[in-house]
């Protein structure tokens, strides 16, 4: 089969290519509550992966036994932002659609921060272990949730690339066993509008945090083009004027 063929060639792992990056933004505080703002950006091999799939199987995972952690009920995909701390638009492909990337908020309390099963590492490394144990067959997992939710990943797979079913699970396997085994890559300390947009920003710091302005002591954190100066300076917007509607190919909350 042309299909079994090509996920027959050798796998040749690329630290930067094939791994998962994550970004770390600082940590934000509000009332007993500790908050990070984590973004997961997927190696083109495996493209396809998306946000509600992943919260999908973590969700069942700690369902039972454990409490499901607020990092894996907020994880989401969000619009990025043309520029890293540039001005607000939207990042698109070729085609014009908007690219976005995987995102969620680790919370945990202040008591609990030090404790390492509540700890942003040992959050990460539960999604991996989920991933590569392969828990209950998780590419045919895969598959059903594509052909229910994205069918057009499997009309590509199939039709354009010519693999049978028993080949796309093959593929997706190896895939999934190779994006979450190989090294991880960690930047720490990332800017919010390195990747958010004003909007998504905004809401972050008043549904999460409980502000109605931006924290003088965090700004850097939020905006990276501040560097200490003022928000007139450096040209961090008014919070009270962002609103919703600047952006038109934002998609319905």
Aim: proline share 4%.
């Amino acid at each position: 089969m042309k299909g079994l063929k090509r996920i027959k060639r050798p796998l040749l792992v690329n630290k930067k290519e094939d791994s998962i990056v994550y970004f770390f933004s600082g940590l934000f505080e509000s009332d007993n509550f500790v908050y990070r703002m984590v973004f997961m950006q997927l190696p083109n091999t495996i493209w396809y992966l998306k946000a509600p799939f992943i919260k999908m199987i973590l969700e069942n995972v700690f369902k039972g036994s454990n409490k499901v952690p607020h990092w894996v009920t907020s994880l989401r995909e969000i619009f990025i932002r043309k520029q890293p701390h540039g001005t607000n638009q939207l990042d698109t492909t070729k085609k014009g659609y908007p690219k976005s990337v995987i995102t969620f908020t680790h919370k945990v309390s202040r008591i609990a921060s030090s404790l390492e099963r509540h700890s942003l590492s040992y959050a990460i490394a539960r999604l991996h272990n989920t991933f590569t144990n392969n828990l209950n067959r998780m590419n045919e997992k895969l598959h059903s949730w594509c052909s229910e939710y994205q069918p057009g990943v499997i009309r590509y797979f199939t039709e354009k690339q010519q693999f049978d079913q028993e080949a796309l699970l093959i593929k997706f396997k190896k895939d999934i066993n190779k994006t979450f085994k190989t090294k991880r890559v960690v930047n720490k300390d990332v800017a919010l509008d390195r990747f958010m947009l004003d909007w998504d920003i905004k809401k972050f710091v008043k549904n999460e945090i409980g502000l109605n302005h931006w924290p003088k002591s965090k700004v850097h954190y939020i905006y990276g083009r501040s560097n200490g100066r003022s928000n007139e300076d450096s040209g961090i917007p008014e919070f009270h004027r962002i609103q919703r509607d600047n952006y038109k190919s934002h998609p319905p909350v």
